[in-house]
């Protein structure tokens, strides 16, 4: 019982198509991010690799400390860039899963809904129909010979 039936095709529309879209557009956002996060981790060693070479000029072994530091602070932002990714993953996570925990709660509300509704017609049909048979019972009662022999006695 799906809302709106959200597929791959893209034949989709209304609000679940929408957040569909958005969801697949977040999901490419948040790839590239990894991405670029992850290349420039590898891109800072290689340099930090590349500097920590240790040369004869004290002024080269300056400008190599400062380049790996610089290196270094890139890294701790990449790093730190990818951290604020997986809290963002897991607030995802765990915001989409109770959007589809509401929907599911909500769907089977509907359904108790119906099932109640069904309930109560059924129940006054069938009161209804002892009612009528309590009635007709009684007209039975009423005319019967065995009451009528019984009340002369």
């Known amino acids: 019982m799906n809302k709106g039936g959200v597929g791959l095709t893209g034949g989709c529309s209304g609000p679940t198509a929408a957040a569909a879209a958005a969801a697949a557009q977040k999901q490419k956002t948040l790839l590239q991010r990894v991405d670029t996060d992850i290349t420039n981790i590898v891109d800072n060693v290689n340099h930090l690799v590349n500097v920590a070479r240790v040369s004869d000029p004290p002024v080269r072994n300056s400008q ?3 380049m790996m530091e610089m290196r270094g602070a890139r890294m701790v932002q990449a790093a730190d860039s990818l951290l604020k990714l997986v809290s963002e993953l897991k607030q995802t996570t765990i915001f ?3 959007a589809s925990l509401n929907e599911h709660v909500e769907q089977k509300t509907a359904e108790f809904d119906q099932q109640a509704e069904n309930t109560e017609r059924m129940l006054f049909r069938i009161g209804e129909e002892a009612a009528g048979c ?4 009684e007209c039975h009662y009423y005319s019967s010979f065995q009451r009528i022999d019984q009340g002369e006695r």
Do not use: D, Q, V
Request: aromatic residues 10%; hydrophobic residues 50%; charged residues 30%.
């Open 134 to 137: 309590l009635k007709e019972l």
């Open 96 to 98: 989409s899963g109770l």
């Open 64 to 66: 190599e400390a400062f």
